[in-house]
């Protein structure tokens, strides 16, 4: 395998010291500064459409404490934490909307946004608020109550949802938003502070800090995770899937590699694991390193090239099939390429022209009636002893 390169963001005057969410989807790259380069003030959402080699600053947007930024294709949507709008874009960052209609709030506190496709969500404390045209109409489902929405995911039409609040339930939807349904049977808590949620097709994960749940269908039943010696009562804090491969993120990294039916231990002990799974990548944080692995988990390598921080307060990771990404709490943002073996083929031979042919057959000829020759030659031979 080549060796895995960690390059820090440094174009176009992009800050060094500040605090940085992001995602990635193909080339298209998506970084929000929180933290306005470490005055706390606000800072800008950046962009990159070539892995992570140059960044651009969007100008059309407000200063903010961006606090969720994603992208799916050329699809891209931000939202911050001081008061600001959900804004969206659908050419890669190029040109920016605000998300705009009938009950959609401008002046909130936002916590989490998620895209997949068309289909485009942001929360905040006491409103889901969605699309499924790629920003160009918007729903709201406000609640009676605040609810304390702090984190969203969203694969195809199934989209989850769970609230920080203690007393808070997970909330899901399977068609991109028109309805939705509490999770509910097999004792799952319903009145728990809920960390994370994470889909992938129908395989709905969510955490609470004792306990990691999952469904395979849909959220129509839950499971809790068990087996191997995972503990139960514990601190989780992340949980990722892609496919049937599912992470759940304590103190250790756990996977499954069969949609939750049997989990292994991935990582060492550490305060705080983060990690997101693509294919065979995952790419992980114990907020002090930069952990990696391009074989599911098996070798779980520590990301130590090019000086990338040891200490560097990481709060932010992506993978996908070629590039990682990773953003500081306090720091910078670094990329790394994923490297792909191609085996060696055999050059293809050019097309024989009829002159080409005609000698090819000529030397067959040739080598035949040797051949022959030698036969006869060596039949006389023994008939004469």
């Given at each position: 395998m080549s060796k895995i390169v960690w390059n820090k963001a440094t174009s176009n005057n992009i800050p060094q010291n500040t605090q940085w969410t992001v995602d990635i989807s193909g080339s298209n790259m998506i970084a929000g500064d929180g933290g306005g380069d470490g005055h706390g003030g606000g800072g800008a959402v950046w962009y990159s459409v070539n892995s992570g080699i140059s960044w651009n600053k969007v100008a059309s947007l407000p200063q903010s404490l961006w606090t969720s930024v994603v992208v799916d294709g050329n699809n891209m949507l931000a939202c911050g934490f001081a008061g600001t709008a959900v804004w969206y874009s659908t050419d890669a960052g190029t040109t920016w909307k605000t998300a705009s209609g009938v009950n959609i709030p401008q002046n909130k506190s936002w916590q989490d946004a998620a895209i997949s496709g068309n289909n485009m969500i942001a929360v905040c404390s006491d409103s889901i608020m969605y699309s499924s045209d790629a920003g160009m109409t918007w729903k709201n489902k406000s609640t009676s109550i605040d609810e304390g929405w702090n984190c969203v995911a969203a694969s195809g039409n199934n989209i989850i949802v769970c609230g920080i609040g203690v007393g808070d339930p997970v909330w899901y939807s399977t068609d991109a938003g028109t309805t939705w349904k509490t999770v509910t049977g097999n004792?799952?808590?319903?009145?728990?502070?809920?960390?994370?949620?994470?889909?992938?097709?129908?395989?709905?994960?969510?955490?609470?800090?004792?306990?990691?749940?999952?469904?395979?269908?849909?959220?129509?039943?839950?499971?809790?995770?068990?087996?191997?010696?995972?503990?139960?009562?514990?601190?989780?804090?992340?949980?990722?899937?892609?496919?049937?491969?599912?992470?759940?993120?304590?103190?250790?990294?756990?996977?499954?590699?069969?949609?939750?039916?049997?989990?292994?231990?991935?990582?060492?002990?550490?305060?705080?694991?983060?990690?997101?799974?693509?294919?065979?990548?995952i790419l992980a944080t114990d907020t002090n390193a930069v952990w990696y692995s391009l074989d599911a988990g098996t070798n779980l390598i520590k990301a130590v090239d090019n000086s990338i921080p040891q200490d560097g307060n990481w709060i932010s990771v992506a993978v996908d099939s070629n590039t990682m990404i990773v953003g500081s709490n306090s720091g910078a943002i670094w990329t790394a390429a994923i490297p792909h073996n191609t085996p060696l083929t055999p050059p293809l031979t050019p097309p024989l022209t009829p002159r080409d042919r005609l000698h090819k057959y000529i030397l067959i000829a040739i080598v035949i009636t040797i051949c022959v020759l030698i036969a006869i030659a060596l039949r006389r031979y023994y008939n004469h002893r």
């Open positions: 004792g799952i808590p319903e009145n728990l502070s809920w960390q994370f949620v994470a889909v992938d097709g129908n395989i709905m994960m969510a955490c609470c800090p004792s306990a990691v749940w999952y469904s395979t269908d849909a959220g129509t039943t839950w499971k809790t995770v068990t087996g191997n010696g995972i503990p139960q009562n514990t601190t989780w804090y992340f949980v990722s899937v892609c496919g049937n491969d599912m992470l759940a993120c304590g103190d250790v990294i756990w996977h499954s590699p069969d949609a939750g039916t049997s989990w292994i231990k991935r990582s060492g002990e550490s305060a705080g694991w983060m990690a997101n799974i693509s294919g065979n990548n």
